[in-house]
């Protein structure tokens, strides 16, 4: 059975067109990047999951804090130039006493916190926000 000339084009055509989508979807991604300011610290807030009790904390750049068995440092914390109060996000590593190593070591988002998060039986953490003072 013959489909004709223009089947045989089809698959041409096909590439033809993923060849120009391509640096369209590449620029789209760059533009949407947003500039971002580093802080000289952030608040973040830590949930006991037995007794139900948060705290909320701020750590400057380099600082750790303590809650239970976990020490947590603040590598840093960044957000959106021109607007502190948007969504934050921090670098943190979190050890546990008794355990070898990190973990947790990545940035949290605070608008998606389950994005990148703390596996841990018993605490939650999560970033609120970074403090620009």
């Known amino acids: 059975m013959r489909h004709g000339p223009r089947s045989d084009l089809a698959p041409l055509l096909a590439l033809r067109m993923f ?3 391509i640096p369209l979807v590449f620029s789209a991604s760059i533009a949407a990047a947003q500039e971002v300011e580093n802080a000289p610290g952030g608040v973040l807030r ?4 037995t007794s139900g009790q948060t705290t909320d904390f701020e750590l400057r750049a380099g600082e750790s804090a303590s809650i239970g068995n976990l020490q947590i440092v603040l590598a840093e914390c960044r957000y959106p130039r021109g607007n502190p109060s948007g969504n934050a996000y921090a ?3 979190i050890s546990e006493t008794g355990k070898r190593g990190v973990i947790f070591s990545g940035w949290m988002i605070a608008s998606s916190p ?3 998060a703390l596996e841990h039986p018993r605490y ?3 970033v609120m926000r970074c403090i620009t003072s």
């Open 19 to 21: 060849k120009y989508l």
């Open 114 to 116: 389950a994005l990148s």
């Open 91 to 93: 670098a943190l590593e």
């Open 124 to 126: 939650d953490v999560w």
């Open 46 to 49: 830590a949930l006991d999951k």
